[in-house]
């Protein structure tokens, strides 16, 4: 099975950027469809964005397109999220996550899809 490690997360103003990154270690990366979600407290964990196995697919939550990103790199085992022009709203914890996808142009947006989680690493936006 693979471990995951986020990192990259703190404090930043609102409209700046961020990028997230996540360490595999255990089993090559290239395994797995990688997704990236958030939960702030009371609430349900929400989708943030996705890439398949070799990053031929990508997929992003309606509320990031076209600020978010996410990308990886299989050589060194890692998958970033880039976020940019933060809002106050991104605020959240962030989870990467491994879905042992065996299909490799398949990408799951649902929770249960995945198999693997980090332990979550903190972003917060101040407006």
């Known amino acids: 099975q693979v471990q995951l490690q986020e990192s990259g997360g703190g404090l930043m103003q609102a409209g700046g950027s961020l990028r997230l990154s996540c360490a595999g270690s255990?089993?090559?990366?290239?395994?797995?469809?990688m997704g990236w979600f958030r939960q702030v407290p009371g609430k349900e964990r929400e989708f943030v964005g996705g890439?398949?196995?070799?990053?031929?697919?990508?997929k992003y939550g309606d509320s990031v397109k076209g600020r978010f990103a996410v990308s990886r790199d299989n050589a060194i085992n890692t998958a970033y999220l880039q976020m940019n022009t933060l809002k106050a709203e991104d605020t959240a914890i962030y989870y990467c996550?491994?879905?042992?996808?065996?299909?490799?142009?398949?990408?799951?947006?649902?929770?249960?899809?995945?198999?693997?989680w980090g332990q979550g690493t903190q972003v917060t936006v101040s407006s």
């Open positions: 255990g089993r090559a990366l290239n395994n797995y469809a």
């Open positions: 890439i398949s196995r070799y990053g031929r697919v990508t």
């Open positions: 996550a491994a879905d042992r996808a065996r299909t490799v142009g398949v990408l799951d947006v649902t929770e249960s899809s995945y198999d693997y």
